[in-house]
């Protein structure tokens, strides 16, 4: 398991502001509340939390997708997860960030991913987490291999990802 707290601030004119997001990969599972105790610990100041979790189906090319294994190029994979954090605490005032991804085999019905955003304002978690889920799927460096009763293949880019995340520019 990789932990990286982001440790770079924000600067303003006349604030600085330390960022509280933080990265975990990891082959082994995660609990479905992963990120909210420690999101909300000491925090009186926020009023939502959004999370969003992604599981493994059992069907995506082919119609019978056996599992998956998740590969990805460790530590760029977390700067860039990192990366993708700041700029939501860029576009939305936010208090708290948590993105847990999984590598390695998974079967159908597996979490894979789990993204939580804490703000003052709902709006603002919900958005947050979507835009964050969008540029995960675009930009960090993971590949997927189905696994199915046909056989492998490696997952091909979906244009509906990129046209995800093309909303956000």
């Not at 925090?43 to 995506?60: E, H, M, P």
Request: hydrophobic letters at 40%; proline letters at 4%.
């Amino acid at each position: 398991m990789t932990k990286w707290p982001s440790s770079r601030r924000l600067r303003g004119a006349k604030v600085e502001i330390k960022l509280d997001i933080k990265v975990v990969i990891q082959a082994a599972p995660f609990a479905m509340a992963y990120g909210y105790d420690d999101a909300l610990a000491g925090r009186s100041d926020i009023g939502a939390v959004v999370s969003f979790t992604g599981l493994v189906r059992d069907f995506n090319e082919t119609p019978d997708v056996t599992g998956l294994t998740l590969e990805h190029y460790p530590g760029m994979t977390e700067s860039t997860l990192i990366d993708i954090g700041e700029q939501a605490w860029q576009r939305w005032s936010l208090q708290a960030v948590r993105i847990i991804h999984r590598v390695g085999y998974l079967a159908p019905g597996d979490p894979i991913v789990r993204v939580l955003v804490a703000s003052a304002h709902r709006r603002e978690a919900f958005e947050a987490c979507d835009f964050i889920m969008d540029f995960l799927k675009t930009r960090a460096p993971f590949w997927k291999k189905e696994h199915s009763t046909q056989g492998e293949y490696w997952v091909k880019e979906r244009h509906s990802d990129q046209k995800d995340a093309a909303r956000w520019n």
